[in-house]
């Protein structure tokens, strides 16, 4: 461990998550990198962000992660429903026509002045602003701000522009992927209904968004070359440094037993897109591979809003429901595959995860692995057409599969070591810091 490493100090910004049982946490990948962060000895103050209402990280529950102080900023909330926020979409057109809509809850007074605060140490006045968490001391000497995700940065957004005042830490971005990417292919999939054009102009809004925050940091942790890559094709002289969700796996697979002709699928509900995915498995494939193939079994965990999808399937048949409380994982053992039918890769990227963890063989869309720099035919078996999610759920043949299964396993439980990445993010930071230190020396900007 290098002295550089002692002490380097960063403010962390990221989303919090809440489970079915209400209970708040950070994303996991985040959580696994900040504890090796803090191992390495690097010192981290956490902001993350509440509803009212909704449950706080409690200190109690990350105080194995090392984390120095933590603060919980209040934000709004979005409506529920599509139709709801398209109607949001036409107010904000009107008043704040840059901010994405996803964006909206997060573009507050209250959240800028907690952050002005939060920079200049008054802990009084994060007091008045009803900050909770645990910050009985906070020092704002931060060698970095790292924005976990685009949401955390619209504090800096004016309304027009990203602006910095001066007491704004050098900034850094961490994105697993590129944010516009999910909305553009909601478009492409949804052309001809009346929310294609909301997802287009929302895509053109995140896309320009993100290019603002990055034309101001010092440097970007990209998840994957792929999100790299696009990253360069907006500001070719980026800096970067590729730094994969850290996850943490076991030593090796569990022995599995599959049954012939029995899948696993896990609806993520990220919006009308993945809602249409599953509507479609249920309609139209499987239907036809229950003709084909009558002891085929489809497990589905969801919640309960995938009744609103099932009124709209004539058959449920050999369709069994299971809520996400109730998932055993051996339901990865017994299953042949998990099928992935969405047309979007963050909104799978846990399930691939889970399923790599026990050696579960998935079968998936293009699109869903679009991004995961997996390979179809080695890591996945991919499915394009119609025809070949019957024909292929219909097989029920194990011993090919199995062997992708595995191979799944090894390239991610060596790709996303969590030390591995926290290593990565620290030579990444520490490099960036200097050439920029460099490049203001010489006066270059």
């Known amino acids: 461990m290098s002295d550089e490493t002692r002490a380097l100090k960063i403010l962390w910004v990221a989303p919090q998550v809440v489970n079915d049982k209400r209970e708040a946490s950070l994303p996991s990948s985040s959580a696994l990198l900040i504890q090796e962060l803090v191992k390495l000895g ?6 993350t962000f509440i509803t009212k209402g909704s449950p706080e990280i409690s200190p109690a529950s990350i105080s194995h992660l090392g984390i120095k102080n933590i603060l919980n900023f209040s934000r709004g909330r979005l409506p529920r429903t ?3 926020r398209a109607c949001l979409c036409i107010g904000q057109a009107l008043m704040i026509p840059k901010v994405p809509v996803e964006y909206l809850p997060y573009f507050n007074k209250r959240i800028m002045n907690s952050f002005e605060a939060l920079f200049d140490g008054r802990i009084r006045k994060l007091r008045e602003l009803k900050v909770t968490g645990e910050y009985a001391e906070v020092i704002p000497d931060w060698d970095l701000i790292l924005y976990d ?13 990203m602006t910095l005042s001066p007491n704004v830490p050098p ?3 961490r994105a697993e992927s590129v944010q516009a990417q999910r909305w553009r292919v909601a478009a492409r999939h949804s052309s001809g209904t009346l929310y294609a054009n909301y997802y287009a102009t929302q895509a053109e809004l995140v896309k320009e968004f993100e290019l603002a925050l990055l034309r101001k940091t ?18 070719p002289r980026i800096r970067q440094t590729v730094v994969p969700p850290a996850i943490t796996f076991p030593e090796d697979t569990p022995p599995r037993n599959p049954i012939p002709g029995r899948f696993l699928c896990i609806e993520s509900f990220r919006g009308q897109i993945d809602s249409d995915a599953l509507t479609w498995l249920l309609a139209e494939v499987w239907p036809e591979v229950v003709e084909r193939s009558p002891d085929s079994e489809l497990v589905l965990v ?14 449920l ?11 055993q994982e051996g339901e990865f053992l017994r299953c042949e595959a998990l099928i992935l039918p969405s047309r979007e890769y963050s909104s799978v990227e846990q399930q691939i995860f889970q399923a790599a963890a026990f050696g579960c063989p998935i079968m998936s869309t293009p699109e869903a692995m679009d991004g995961s720099e997996l390979k179809a035919g080695e890591h996945y078996e991919q499915l394009d057409s119609l025809n070949s999610w019957i024909s292929r759920l219909a ?12 191979n799944l396993f090894n390239a991610l439980s060596e790709r996303h070591k969590p030390e591995s990445a926290a290593q990565k993010l620290v030579d990444g930071v520490l490099s960036c810091l200097e050439l920029e230190k460099g490049e203001q020396s010489r006066g270059v900007g």
């Open 317 to 327: 048949s050999r369709v069994t429901f299971c809520h996400q409380e109730a998932l």
């Open 302 to 315: 969801a919640n309960p809003s995938v009744k609103k999808i099932a009124s709209r399937v004539k058959s």
């Open 82 to 84: 599509l139709f709801s």
């Open 149 to 161: 995700g685009l949401e955390g940065s619209c504090h800096l957004f004016d309304g027009k522009r």
């Open 395 to 406: 097989q029920q043949e194990t011993p090919e599969v199995e062997r992708i299964g595995r």
């Open 218 to 235: 010092i440097g970007v942790l990209s998840g994957s070359q792929r999100a790299a890559s696009q990253f360069r094709e907006s500001l």
């Open 171 to 173: 900034v850094f971005y």
């Open 42 to 47: 690097v010192a981290i103050d956490l902001v």
